[in-house]
């Protein structure tokens, strides 16, 4: 079974750790694991209900940001006008990164490994 969205993971992280391997990040897993009813009552209850917490936190501050957290996609999640495609899990996810945000993180949406990769070298570019 194929799982784009943890390949572009992987590739995203490798990236990472190759070109900048002093800059700590976690990397959510969770999605892409199917765990058992009590393993998923145990994730359930350590969780911030509500949250939906992006898949890559990168959390070296710049002079701009405390950290930079991105909620990777295979696709861009919104429409041609720009506005958000109409899903619940994706207004979740909006939500935790408009709250991010307001926090002092740049935190967005992102998809295409080569604009994530310029992306992080961009935010990385002055620390």
């Known amino acids: 079974m194929k799982h784009p969205e943890y390949q572009l993971q992987k590739e995203v992280c490798r ?3 190759l070109r900048y391997p002093d800059v700590l990040f976690l990397s959510d897993t969770i999605g892409n694991v199917k765990l058992t009813m ?3 009552a145990r994730n359930k209850a350590i969780q911030k209900y ?3 917490c992006p898949d890559l936190l990168i959390l070296q501050p710049n002079k701009e940001y405390k950290g930079l957290f991105i909620e990777l996609k295979i ?3 919104f429409k041609k006008d720009g506005t958000l495609l109409k899903n619940e899990h994706l207004e979740e996810q909006q939500k935790a990164i408009d709250k991010l945000n307001s926090l002092g993180y740049k935190t967005l949406f992102a998809w295409n490994i080569v604009s994530i990769c310029k992306l992080i070298d961009s935010y990385l570019k002055d620390v």
Request: glycine share 8%; no cysteine; net charge positive.
């Open 50 to 52: 509500g949250f939906a």
């Open 38 to 40: 009590l393993q998923a």
């Open 75 to 77: 696709k861009s999640p």
């Open 15 to 17: 990236y990472l750790s």
